[in-house]
T-cell receptor, first 114, second 116 residues
Framework: AQSVTQLDSQVPVFEEAPVELRCNYS??????LFWYVQYPNQGLQLLLKYLSGSTLVKGINGFEAEFNKSQTSFHLRKPSVHISDTAEYFCAVSLYSSASKIIFGSGTRLSIRP | GAVVSQHPSWVICKSGTSVKIECRSLDFQATTMFWYRQFPKQSLMLMAT?????????EQGVEKDKFLINHASLTLSTLTVTSAHPEDSSFYICSARDRDKRIEAFFGQGTRLTVV
C-alpha cells in the first residue's frame, strides 16, 4: 500500500522569503507524485506532477519540487513567497494507472506574514 | 481545459432528507471519478472510486447504502447522501481522470453540506 507523510502541519514564513514544504512517500512500486493547492472553501488545483524523467519539476505560480528516489521524498519549494500563496498544500501519490486512486498527505498550511 | 464542475457549491438540508451532489467533467470524458470527504482543517478522505458503467468501489468504513454513487455517463457522477444526519455535515469533493489517460486528477470546487 502507498502512503504519504507531510511532516509539517503548519509553516509560517515572511513574505518574499523562501519556503520548503516537505513530503515523504512510501510504496513498494513506482508511483506518480503530485502537489495540489487548496484555497479556502474551494477544490484542489494541481501545482505540479512527477511522472518520470527529470527529477526537478517546475509547476505553476513559481513552485518547483524535486523527486528523490533514495530518500523517497518530493519536497515543494518556492524561492520567494507572496501573500497570495497562503493556502493548504497537499502532497499526493498514485499508482501507474488512470484507475488508481490518489492518496493524499495530511496537508501543510502555509501562512505568509507581511 | 480539464474542468470539473460540482453542483451545488453549498446546501443545507433537514435531518432525514436526501441530498444529491453532481460532478461533471465539462471538456473531457472521465473514465474514473473519485469522491472525497474533508473535515475542517483535515486532509481529503477517499470515500469511493467509480468507473463509468460499473458499481462504485467504496473504501473501508464508508457505508455504501448511505452514500449512493452513480456514474452513469463519461461526464457525470452523482453522490446521494441518504437520510442525512448532522454528522454527515462536511465538505465533499469530487475529482475525475480522463479517458485520454492524463494521470493527474482534476477536482471540482467542492460542496459544503450542512444538515440541521
Amino acid at each position: 500500500a502507498q502512503s504519504v507523510t507531510q511532516l509539517d502541519s503548519q509553516v509560517p514564513v515572511f513574505e518574499e522569503a523562501p519556503v520548503e514544504l516537505r513530503c515523504n512517500y512510501s510504496s513498494s512500486v513506482s508511483v506518480y507524485l503530485f502537489w495540489y493547492v487548496q484555497y479556502p472553501n474551494q477544490g484542489l488545483q494541481l501545482l505540479l506532477k512527477y511522472l518520470s524523467g527529470s527529477t526537478l519539476v517546475k509547476g505553476i505560480n513559481g513552485f518547483e519540487a524535486e523527486f528523490n528516489k533514495s530518500q523517497t521524498s518530493f519536497h515543494l519549494r518556492k524561492p520567494s513567497v507572496h501573500i497570495s500563496d497562503t493556502a493548504e498544500y497537499f502532497c499526493a501519490v498514485s499508482l501507474y494507472s488512470s484507475a488508481s486512486k490518489i492518496i493524499f498527505g495530511s496537508g501543510t498550511r502555509l501562512s505568509i506574514r507581511p | 481545459g480539464a474542468v470539473v464542475s460540482q453542483h451545488p457549491s453549498w446546501v443545507i438540508c433537514k435531518s432525514g432528507t436526501s441530498v444529491k451532489i453532481e460532478c461533471r467533467s465539462l471538456d473531457f470524458q472521465a473514465t474514473t471519478m473519485f469522491w472525497y470527504r474533508q473535515f475542517p482543517k483535515q486532509s481529503l478522505m477517499l470515500m469511493a472510486t467509480s468507473n463509468e458503467g460499473s458499481k462504485a468501489t467504496y473504501e473501508q468504513g464508508v457505508e455504501k447504502d448511505k452514500f449512493l454513487i452513480n456514474h452513469a455517463s463519461l461526464t457525470l457522477s452523482t453522490l446521494t447522501v441518504t437520510s442525512a444526519h448532522p454528522e454527515d455535515s462536511s465538505f465533499y469533493i469530487c475529482s475525475a481522470r480522463d479517458r485520454d489517460k492524463r494521470i493527474e486528477a482534476f477536482f471540482g470546487q467542492g460542496t459544503r453540506l450542512t444538515v440541521v
